[in-house]
């Protein structure tokens, strides 16, 4: 079966830096999403990978290894507004979105 | 986990057509589902909330004549886009809330549906 694994909850302080990881076994791949949520509003897209490999964008990044079926958000300089769920979704080979349950982040002063 | 399912799948359809998408709970009573547009790498665009047996909420600049949401029952709703027109195309995706009285923040978010209007 297709399945998306990541923590359900991680706590980090303010300042800091946090990595936030997913694993992925799914059929087929098109591409890995990371959203940012925060309660009571709609997902933010964060990143979209599709090859290996690290992408930057500003104080977020995120890294895809497919061959391992891994990916990573790395969230630098931690700011109390970085308080949410992180959502990371594959999609399939037939473009059908496979969601991981998200990993709700504490940041403590 | 919860699992949210939608069909179609996906779907094609002739322009003035409507098209019908459901999304369901198969393991947990949702109270709360919501219908969102996601745009190529972009985020996901909230379109309505339904809650269970009362008329859906939508949100500013979308059509709720256009598109027509009924949540019957505690694991079903459904999205109709009526007279479907090519910029309807896009990639709708369902999530629903459960009710049972846990996180009642956590969302669990459907497959999607991706709608073509020829």
């Known amino acids: 079966g297709q399945n998306i694994d990541q923590p359900t909850e991680m706590t980090a302080t303010e300042g800091a830096i946090v990595q936030i990881n997913c694993t992925y076994q799914t059929s087929g791949f098109n591409g890995l999403f990371w959203y940012q949520q925060h309660a009571g509003e709609a997902p933010t897209f964060l990143s979209y990978n599709v090859l290996d490999g690290l992408e930057e964008k500003g104080r977020f990044s995120s890294f895809l290894s497919r061959s391992k079926g891994y990916s990573y958000l790395l969230l630098k300089e931690l700011q109390m507004k970085d308080s949410a769920s992180y959502l990371c979704?594959?999609?399939?080979?037939?473009?059908?979105?496979?969601w991981g349950a998200g990993t709700k982040l504490i940041i403590k002063p | 986990g919860a699992v949210v399912s939608q069909h179609p799948s996906r779907v094609i359809c002739k322009s003035g057509t409507s098209v019908k998408i459901e999304c369901r709970s198969l393991?947990?009573?949702?109270?709360?589902m919501f219908w969102y547009r996601q745009f190529p790498k972009q985020s996901l665009m909230l379109m309505a909330t339904s809650n269970e047996g009362s008329k859906a909420t939508y949100e500013q600049g979308v059509e709720k004549d256009k598109f027509l949401i009924n949540h019957a029952s505690l694991t079903l709703s459904t999205l109709t886009v009526t007279s479907a027109h090519p910029e309807d195309s896009s990639f709708y995706i369902c999530?629903?809330?459960?009710?049972?009285?846990?996180?009642?923040?956590?969302?669990?978010f459907g497959p999607g549906t991706r709608l073509t209007v020829l």
């Open positions: 393991d947990f009573q949702a109270t709360t």
């Open positions: 999530s629903a809330r459960d009710g049972s009285g846990g996180d009642t923040d956590t969302q669990y």
């Open positions: 979704a594959v999609m399939d080979s037939n473009y059908q979105l496979i």
